[in-house]
């Protein structure tokens, strides 16, 4: 018998295509979620979209408003802080076990991998920086020979692509970092030098971590200081006696 080719679903497609805006910035933090008007945009009925959103709450990318419906969720400093630091671990054994088990085949696909995401960032495509990120950490954990390392990940995927995009949309010079840091760990792996790999996979994320972090902190403190002054600016003003 001749196995079937899995095709995502439809509330599949419609998480993705929900998670695809959050990412870009289409719909940003504290955006309300409703499920009619998602329906429209994506050409389907309310009940994927209804199933959708509990997959996106469930998440992390979705939160309940006050009072009823859904947001996107804000983006929590500690949290995203907690988990760079555990992919940074991940990470860090994915190039150190690719290198130790895996240098063979980083040597005859690897190079590819970097020429895709250096392609990413010449197009300017967002959408495409992100999927070249993504291939390259994974290729890393499958040539590593302990699949339970992408397995770990995939499940904050949609966190950490929404951190990326944060950071690829605010930071030009970004993008070009971010795959001079690939070269050298791919580097590092085709070598056999699992140590180096290790330490270079590590910082990579860690650095990256901070950069996000500071632009959240400096956001927050933005936005803090707008919803300050225009609660000044609406106060009303006291009325003089007669």
Known sequence: MRALASQPSLVDQVVEAITAEIVRGDLPSNSRLIQDELARAYGVSRQPVQQALLLLRSRGLVKEAEGRGLIVAPLDVDFIRNLYQIRAAIEGLAANLAARNGSARAKAEGGRYIELGLEAVKSGSLDKQIEADVAFHAFLGDISGNPLLNETTV????????????????????????????????AAVVAGDGETAERLGREHIL?????????????????????TSRRIRLSPRAVAAD
Not at 164 to 185: T, Y
């Open 207 to 227: 650095r990256a971590a901070d950069v996000f972090v500071a632009r959240l902190k400096a956001q927050q403190k933005l936005q803090s200081h707008a919803s």
């Open 155 to 186: 499940p904050h995927w949609p966190a950490l692509r929404r951190v990326m995009g944060e950071v690829l949309r605010e930071d030009v010079g970004m993008p070009s970092n971010i795959w001079d840091e690939h070269s050298a760990i791919m």
